[in-house]
């Protein structure tokens, strides 16, 4: 490959990269054509995108960027998981891929400037995603604000059930 080549895959490696935080290293040496097409289309459906670059340039643009600390995971036939702002789904998606094809092996990724090991990674997988975690505190929050209307409501109910039996009463009275 010549040196103007790889000069320009890691210039563009290093602009697709240094304003994202979450990535993943995969090994994928033993996986079928059909099964890593199928893999590669089922994750860019997500929005989820699978990339394959020789290590040593790998390992200069992440020099680069100032995240040398994942070059230890470049190791034989790599490639690189990126593309959602959630952590939690790029890793659930590629979890639930390593169970579907046992050649993807995960090694590890990077998380918010944190180099994680491949079992903290499938410990994140078990968190719920942002949008679910917003969700939960959206519900937690309109819970007491339900049962606060509910106590009104039904305060109200009876007190128009009283008033109501008084003027029964007052008109059964003046008869």
Not at 38 to 65: G, P, T, W
């Amino acid at each position: 490959m010549a040196n103007e080549l790889k000069q320009l895959i890691v210039k563009e490696m290093i602009s697709r990269y240094r304003n994202s935080n979450n990535y993943l290293v995969v090994g994928y040496q033993g996986i079928k054509a059909l099964e890593f097409d199928q893999l590669r289309k089922d994750l860019h459906k997500k929005k989820i995108f699978l990339e394959i670059v020789k290590n040593s340039l790998m390992a200069i643009a992440f020099k680069e960027i100032g995240f040398s600390e994942i070059n230890s995971l470049f190791i034989g036939p790599t490639a690189i998981i990126s593309g959602s702002d959630d952590p939690v789904v790029i890793a659930k998606e590629t979890v639930e891929w390593t169970k579907k094809i046992p050649a993807l092996n995960l090694r590890g990724g990077f998380v918010d400037r944190t180099v994680l090991s491949a079992d903290h990674v499938s410990q994140l997988a078990k968190l719920p995603t942002i949008s679910v975690l917003h969700t939960q505190i959206i519900t937690s929050i309109n819970a007491p604000i339900a049962g606060v209307a509910s106590a009104f409501g039904s305060v109200s109910r009876s007190l128009a059930i009283v008033l109501q039996a008084v003027k029964d009463e007052k008109e059964k009275n003046s008869k």
